[in-house]
């Protein structure tokens, strides 16, 4: 059973940028994706991509086309989001999630990360 | 863009079914997954790929789908079940995940 571990809070200046990273232990990311969702407070769940690293192959929401990285260590089993152009909307809890694949699309996410709450703030 | 609608919220009484609705454009022929987030909790996977039940989760949870709408069923609800549940699709003309807005389930 893989577990996803994310880092921890970040608090940050708007403008700027956040990277939150998502390692698997137990299990590895081989032969899946690594989908990124945000929650904003007291709101549902917002795609924002992600990434299917046996094909180097990333899709993104386009609600953030342009600022948003998606990147995957497979070496390590650690994946990667980073958010740039920072507004205080974007203050919301992230999430990683194992996603199975069928061919390049994104499928179902049979395993979580904890969160990682980001808060931009002046 | 793809719009999966599902209700704000179901309310049920303990021991009895509750059914979460999911409508969307030719549901039937893209794969449906349902997903329970608890409060200040992540989600998690109980049902994908319409009818499949990942290890783990009860044999209360089934979902099922007709015409333009995919449901999640649960059964013998328990005051655990309380939570919020949100459908997903992938919608394969914009490359884009597609959540539900997601439903309140209330266990009276």
């Known amino acids: 059973q893989v577990q996803l571990v994310q880092s921890g809070t970040e608090v940050k200046k708007p403008g700027s940028s956040v990277k939150v990273s998502c390692k698997a232990s137990?299990?590895?990311?081989?032969?899946?994706?690594i989908i990124w969702v945000r929650q904003a407070p007291g709101q549902g769940l917002e795609w924002m991509g992600g990434?299917?690293?046996?094909?180097?192959?990333?899709h993104s929401a386009q609600d953030f086309r342009g600022r948003v990285t998606f990147t995957a260590d497979e070496s390590t089993d650690i994946g990667y989001v980073e958010l740039s152009s920072l507004t205080s909307g974007d203050t919301a809890v992230y999430y990683c999630?194992?996603?199975?694949?069928?061919?390049?699309?994104?499928?179902?996410?049979?395993?979580w990360g904890q969160g990682t709450l980001v808060t931009v703030s002046s | 863009s793809y719009v999966l609608t599902q209700p704000p919220s179901v309310s049920v009484a303990p021991g009895k079914t509750a059914r979460i609705s999911c409508g969307g454009d030719i549901i039937g022929v893209k794969s449906v997954h349902w997903y329970q987030q608890r409060p200040g909790q992540a989600p998690v996977l109980v049902i994908s790929y319409d009818t499949d039940r990942p290890s783990g989760i009860p044999e209360r949870f089934s979902s099922s789908k007709s015409g333009n709408t995919a449901t999640l069923s649960i059964t013998t609800v328990e005051a655990g079940d309380e939570a919020d549940y949100y459908c997903?699709?992938?919608?394969?003309?914009?490359?884009?995940?597609?959540f539900g807005g997601g439903t309140k389930l209330t266990v009276l």
């Open positions: 999630a194992r996603s199975s694949v069928r061919g390049t699309t994104f499928q179902a996410g049979d395993s």
């Open positions: 997903q699709v992938w919608d394969s003309d914009i490359d884009h995940v597609v």
């Open positions: 137990g299990d590895t990311f081989s032969g899946y994706g």
């Open positions: 990434i299917i690293p046996m094909f180097d192959t990333t």
